[in-house]
């Protein structure tokens, strides 16, 4: 294994044409970090070393990569049926992979619209809201309820419910009627794995947007029940319970965006299990299809499903929404793939089982100096840098720890970890013994980098 201090120069991208999402463009060219092959919870670099996948890729592979039973299935696919026209055809397959998806669902919650990402599942859900309340003959409701540090896509709806500020401030002006409840995150629950106990409260802010704007113009709230991408914020005890109360209370739709948490990631099928409340949908993507094809869906509970479609007259579209590539079948033989091998393998289980071992080892890093609080819940957890206190960023971070071996995710001084289901107590410790040696002695290489 050769280790560098120079990271690689990849031949592939001397005639760089592509622009890449939510990257500093100029520094990557400069310094480019690619991974050219994956297997299991690994990742190879240009320059041959192995790279612990801390991060599922992103949030999507907890089943690792380079599943046979996957690639078979999309193989098999292409050949005997690569496209089926989404609207007004379909194919077996896409039933059979929303049967799939719908048994993992909460009860009353049976049916399944696809779509191919999660910013596509949050802009459709949020158009399945507005459906639902016309055909309730309720349409005054058209304002959403959503919440500060929220990521949820970004496409035009998903822009508009964004809690962080850098994703929605130069798209102000075409953004919808959104308000923001106040974020989760309080000083006196640092340093708490699970759910904190303080905080349940700040589910007040939805009824004091009914009380500032009349439930009659409230179409829905949504939340990720552990907000992810902002640094993974656990929900308070109470919280989440109480948003449920309200929304039933006032009519309002409760919108679960679980693209990151869906599919075992919190321990059970979705957090709406994990965390005991249904909500009336519920966004995924990501690991629906163990990341292999891009595809997303939309839970919908009966009542809204009823509502909508037996609104409308005979031999009339219900719902004027879709995508060409909605229930594409080589997304459904995918899905149907993935979810085998989730159920065959007791994943989630396995997910559930090995929590307690990854946050047990991530809160050792309160030892060290720089880090400020780590939060975490069945296999997703972050923790939070003080670049003055390390002398270097979160970006910073996320570099060094690719060159010495262990990928993960930074939104500014967090890091999230999200590591495959798959991983064994081994692939932890590398993973944990890597973080500290990276954060207590940022200048060096770390000589544990894996020999694969
Ligand atoms: C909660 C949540 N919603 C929506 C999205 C958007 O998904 P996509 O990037 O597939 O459009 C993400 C992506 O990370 C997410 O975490």
Redesign the pocket.
């Known amino acids: 294994m050769k280790l560098t201090s120079a990271p690689p120069q990849p031949a592939a991208i001397h005639a760089a044409k592509q622009w890449l999402p939510f990257t500093p463009n100029r520094d990557f060219l400069g310094e480019p970090r690619m991974f050219v092959s994956a297997h299991g919870s690994w990742y190879k670099s240009e320059d041959g070393r192995t790279i612990f996948d801390a991060s599922s890729g992103?949030?999507t592979t907890p089943a690792g990569h380079g599943r046979t039973e996957i690639a078979d299935a999309v193989y098999g696919q292409i050949l005997e049926l690569d496209f089926t026209p989404s609207f007004l055809r379909s194919h077996p397959k896409s039933f059979e992979a929303a049967a799939r998806v719908a048994e993992l669902l909460p009860h009353g919650m049976d049916k399944v619209f696809f779509v191919n990402?999660?910013?596509?599942?949050?802009d459709t859900a949020m158009k399945i809201t507005m459906a639902y309340h016309r055909a309730r003959r309720d349409a005054s409701r058209t304002m959403f309820v959503s919440r500060e540090r929220s990521?949820?896509?970004?496409n035009v709806g998903?822009t508009s419910l964004a809690g962080m500020v850098s994703n929605r401030r130069t798209f102000q002006g075409m953004t919808l009627p959104v308000v923001h409840m106040r974020h989760t995150l309080l000083e006196e629950n640092r340093f708490i794995l699970g759910r904190p106990p303080k905080g349940g409260e700040l589910a007040e802010d939805l009824q004091r947007m009914v009380d500032l704007y009349g439930a009659e113009n409230i179409a829905a709230c949504i939340v990720?029940p552990i907000a992810?991408?902002a640094g993974v914020y656990v929900p308070p005890v109470g919280y989440l319970e109480r948003l449920r109360e309200i929304c039933t209370t006032h009519k309002i739709l409760l919108i679960f965006?679980e693209?990151?948490c869906g599919f075992g990631r919190t321990g059970q099928n979705f957090a709406a299990q994990s965390f005991g409340v249904t909500p009336d949908l519920i966004?995924m993507?990501?690991a629906i299809t163990n990341g292999c094809v891009p595809m997303?869906a939309v839970g919908v509970s009966d009542h809204v499903y009823e509502t909508i479609l037996g609104s409308a007259p005979d031999e009339t579209i219900e719902f004027f929404h879709g995508y060409t590539w909605s229930s594409h079948p080589v997304a459904c033989a995918a899905s149907i793939a993935a979810l085998d091998i989730y159920k065959n393998e007791d994943l989630f289980e396995r997910a559930r089982d090995l929590s307690p071992y990854f946050l047990k080892r991530l809160d050792e890093l309160a030892a060290v100096a720089g880090v400020i609080d780590i939060r975490g819940f069945g296999m997703l957890g972050s923790f939070e840098i003080d670049p003055q206190l390390l002398g270097f960023s979160g970006y910073e971070l996320q570099k060094r720890l690719f060159d010495r071996g262990v990928h993960l995710k930074t939104t500014g001084n967090n890091a999230i970890l999200a590591p495959p289901f798959i991983a064994t107590q081994d692939d932890l410790d590398y993973v944990i013994d890597v973080l500290k040696e990276t954060l207590n002695s940022p200048s060096q290489f770390n000589p544990l980098c894996h020999p694969k």
């Open positions: 992103l949030f990402s999660g910013s596509e599942a949050v990521y949820h896509g970004v998903g990720e992810g991408s965006d693209v990151i966004t993507a990501k997303g």
